[in-house]
Structure formats: structure tokens, C-alpha cells
């Protein structure tokens, strides 16, 4: 059972646009949220992480939004650029234990 | 400074033979984890370790075995190949393996492609 349901399967964003990645979970013990960006042939890379006490966390281009109550967290890609094209994975974690990934979103940023 | 190296990048086998994907790390991180990953499906966990000695099963175990007989190493045993190991497989490894701080964060490798004909 995949615990943390990650949508769309795939996205295709024009250059400059908003990228935007959705995640839902349901075990609230889950305490940490990672997103890893992987491009093709390379294994995935931590992008950005936020914990479950903090709304919001920006990095550059890169915004993690969590709503708590609502077991959600998304990944905003702001003026989203043809490099950014990769697989992103949401992930979550209880401490102790290993990462439960999202089934990834294959992002096309189109020129 | 290597991170995490894993070899064979490629292999090509054959129903029923047997194989050992390499993994070593140089980051003297005690966690190190071994993933599969098919199209559309993410990630998921075949196996983890928490230091020397110490192994455990992930959400796909069936089909592999591990060890860990020292901190840098932790390879990947397919014993009896079957087509439905055909993935690519990488491993990762962490510093610690809980919480949320920096010494959680998983460095991967570059991934092994695993085929089976």
C-alpha cells in the first residue's frame, strides 16, 4: 500500500510558468517531508524538506506548502525553467525509520 | 570524496542465475539502503541496515538478500533471477536514519540497470 500518494504521474509547464506538485499521507506519524529531484540517468538528490510544524518553507524558486490537518504537502516550482526538467519525488518519514516515497511526477518544462 | 558507488551500472542476466549488486559508501554514514525502482512506481525499499551487523527487510524483500559485514559496504544479493527483478536499482545512505535534520538526508548512487532475459 503506497503511503504517500503522490499526483500528477507526469506535468508539462511552459518556461516561466508554476510548477505545481501535489502530495497527500495518511499516518500522522510521519514527522519529516523530502522532496528529491532526480534527473535521468542519476539518482535522486534531496531538492527541499520541511517538517510538520512549519506551513511554509522556500528555497530559492523551490516552496514547500504542508497543510497538516489536511495530511497534504506540495511542491511549488516558481518561474519554472527547461532545466528543471526531472522526476520529482515527494517522500516521508517516521524517525527511526526509512523514507516512504510518492510514485514520482515526470515535469517537462517546454521552451 | 566518491559518496555512494555502486557497481555494475548495466548487467544483462539470465532466469536463474545469480548476481551481487556492489555498494559501497566513504561518507561513514551508518544507514545505507537499497531501492528498486520500475516506471510509475517510485521508489520502494528492498532492504535497509543501521549500522554493521544489522539488517532489515523493506516493503520488497522477497527474491534478495543482503549483508552488512562492515560500515562501507552493503551488497545486494539476486540469488534465482526472475524477469520481475528487471529495474533499476539504487542504493543510498545516511548518516542517521531518523528525525528531521541535515544528518538525515539519503545520498544516492548512480543506480544499476538489472536485466533478466
Known amino acids: 500500500q503506497q503511503q504517500v500518494k503522490q499526483s500528477p504521474q507526469s506535468l508539462i509547464v511552459q518556461k516561466g510558468g508554476i510548477s505545481i506538485i501535489n502530495c497527500a499521507y495518511e499516518n500522522t506519524a510521519f514527522d519529516y517531508f523530502p522532496w528529491y529531484q532526480q534527473f535521468p540517468g542519476k539518482g535522486p538528490a534531496l531538492l527541499i524538506a520541511i517538517r510538520p510544524d512549519v506551513s511554509e518553507k522556500k528555497e530559492g524558486r523551490f516552496t514547500i506548502s504542508f497543510n497538516k490537518s489536511a495530511k497534504q504537502f506540495s511542491l511549488h516550482i516558481m518561474d519554472s525553467q527547461p532545466g528543471d526538467s526531472a522526476t520529482y519525488f515527494c517522500?516521508?518519514?517516521?524517525?527511526?525509520?526509512?523514507?516512504?516515497f510518492g510514485k514520482g511526477t515526470s515535469l517537462l518544462v517546454t521552451p | 570524496n566518491a559518496g555512494v558507488t555502486q557497481t555494475p551500472k548495466f548487467r544483462i542476466l539470465k532466469i536463474g542465475q545469480s548476481m551481487t549488486l556492489q555498494c559501497a559508501q566513504d561518507m561513514n554514514h551508518n544507514y545505507m539502503y537499497w531501492y528498486r525502482q520500475d516506471p510509475g512506481m517510485g521508489l520502494k525499499l528492498i532492504y535497509y541496515s543501521v549500522g554493521a551487523g544489522i539488517t532489515d527487510k523493506g516493503e520488497v524483500p522477497n527474491g534478495y538478500n543482503v549483508s552488512r559485514s562492515t560500515t562501507e559496504d552493503f551488497p545486494l544479493r539476486l540469488e534465482l533471477a526472475a524477469p520481475s527483478q528487471t529495474s533499476v536499482y539504487f542504493c543510498?545512505?545516511?548518516?542517521?536514519?531518523?528525525?528531521?535534520?541535515?544528518?538525515?538526508?539519503?545520498?544516492f548512487g548512480a543506480g544499476s540497470r538489472l536485466t533478466v532475459l
Open positions: 517522500a516521508a518519514l517516521i524517525t527511526g525509520y526509512a523514507l516512504n
Open positions: 543510498a545512505s545516511s548518516y542517521s536514519g531518523g528525525g528531521p535534520s541535515g544528518a538525515n538526508v539519503l545520498t
